[in-house]
């Protein structure tokens, strides 16, 4: 028994069928559908909880990839550094020259040449890396400037002895780097991202906030619960008059997927296109901090455009920018896409996004949440949110910056919590996966194997 409302899929409308009825031209790669054709395989359950698998994703996964380090904003003059730390490996992404040029920003191991110290421990501004231990200085550029008592090392080749490099590219504004010399470029990786982003760039957006958590679960499990609405009708049931949770169009690229999840329609958990109209665009305008009295729903009016034309008003405020032409999806829905292995850009502007997962340091039970809002913006730069870091025993509403966001993840993070306990229990071993709602989850997992089983 429950309170929800039996229906097929067949019952429901379609994502494509909504856009359909879009006040303006809809974006191109909005109007493909890639459902998947993965099958119905379960997933072991060692993939969350094995240290050795861990350990084989590190080798075979993460110094293999193109992974998102930052955004080029973060680190604007010659000097400013971030450190992206990923299992125990870690990188210092600097800029070297102004401008966007190649070589502009570079990447190097975090790691001091003469006994291993880490270099920095800290994102910031400096002249030049200088080894804490014995002062061992290498350049910007990575070349090395200065060595303590340099008649004791004349095995030391100073023209050669420069910090190693790591590969480092951007796009769209996010830095990603590659510990692989080898390979392939990063706009082939991304697949048909970069074309579909010509579409909604996110280049000219500022970090309008950025908090990091440490969850309370593995790095593949949390982002598990992030790539999927299906969750949504038992752990969020307050956004279901406003939120069409199983209406969602899952999308599966070669490695990379997205979802598109439509909002200002109800959920069919509760009506879905019986409900009524006028509590959709209440329940939805009063989430977004309208006040619902001040839009009306024409007579047999649908609250989908009425929400969009809210969202442009008040997001073309805010930015300066002039939204009048973007069409409704792109202003109400979320329109997520997932670069593998655990970046997930949203295109959309009601819903401006970024998540990354990542593990924490080589632990399999706790990994790093970011979630960065990226908003456009008018005029000069704003200068980048600094990053809000909430500790894994403290709330989400520690980062207030982000609004009605902190009690919905709070609702992701008391399930995380409980799912790690359950799978490292389990006398079941495997976890069981939707044909088509958690597919994004099983083509994530074929494509790690894909990844483990290359190195092999
Ligand atoms: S370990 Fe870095 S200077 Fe000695
Ligand atoms: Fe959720």
């Not at 008592?149 to 951007?170: K, M, N, S, T």
Request: overall charge negative; hydrophobic content about 40%; charged content about 20%.
């Amino acid at each position: 028994m429950n309170e929800f409302v039996a229906f097929q899929r067949s019952d429901m409308e379609s994502v494509q069928e909504l856009l359909c009825q879009d006040t303006f031209p809809v974006p191109a790669p909005l109007l493909e559908h890639r459902p998947s054709t993965l099958g119905t395989h379960d997933v072991a359950t060692s993939a969350y909880t094995s240290q050795a698998i861990h350990d084989l994703e590190v080798e075979r996964v993460w110094k293999k990839v193109w992974q998102w380090a930052c955004r080029t904003e973060e680190i604007p003059n010659v000097g400013d550094h971030i450190i992206y730390d990923i299992a125990h490996l870690s990188v210092i992404v600097v800029r070297v020259a102004e401008g966007d040029g190649p070589g502009a920003i570079r990447a190097f191991h975090n790691v001091c040449l003469h006994r291993g110290t880490q270099l920095r421990v800290s994102d910031g501004n400096v002249p030049m890396f200088r080894c804490p231990f014995h002062g061992w200085t290498w350049n910007l550029d990575g070349s090395l400037n200065w060595i303590s008592c340099e008649w004791d090392f004349p095995h030391v080749d100073q023209e050669r002895f420069a910090l190693p490099q790591i590969r480092v590219d951007a796009w769209q504004g996010f830095v990603f780097v590659n510990f692989d010399a080898d390979c392939e470029p990063l706009d082939v990786y991304l697949e048909n991202l970069p074309e579909h982003f010509t579409h909604f760039p996110l280049e000219d957006r500022f970090i309008a906030i950025h908090v990091e958590r440490t969850m309370p679960a593995n790095w593949k499990v949390t982002m598990g619960a992030f790539i999927e609405a299906y969750h949504s009708v038992v752990t969020h049931p307050q956004i279901l008059p406003y939120t069409g949770d199983a209406n969602t169009q899952y999308d599966i690229y070669d490695r990379h997927s997205r979802m598109i999840t439509p909002f200002a329609v109800a959920s069919p958990h509760i009506g879905g296109r019986s409900y009524e109209q006028g509590e959709i665009l209440r329940t939805i305008l009063s989430y977004r901090g309208t006040d619902p009295e001040a839009f009306e729903l024409p007579e047999g009016g649908r609250a989908r455009p009425v929400a969009a034309a809210d969202a442009r008003r008040r997001i073309g405020a805010i930015a300066g920018a002039d939204l009048s032409n973007v069409c409704d999806s792109l202003m109400v829905d979320a329109v997520e896409y997932f670069v593998f292995p655990n970046f997930m850009p949203w295109a959309a502007y009601g819903s401006p996004i970024q998540y990354r997962f990542r593990p924490n340091g080589d632990d399999v039970n706790s990994c790093l949440m970011t979630v960065m809002m990226l908003m456009p913006f008018a005029g000069d730069r704003p200068p980048a949110a600094k990053v809000t870091k909430i500790p894994s025993n403290r709330p989400w509403s520690d980062a207030p910056e982000l609004g009605g966001l902190a009690a919905i993840f709070e609702q992701d993070t008391s399930n995380l919590h409980r799912v790690q306990k359950g799978l490292r229990a389990s006398p079941r071993k495997s976890v069981t996966l939707g044909d088509y709602q958690e597919a994004r989850i099983r083509h994530f997992h074929q494509n790690i194997d894909r990844y483990l089983a290359a190195g092999s």
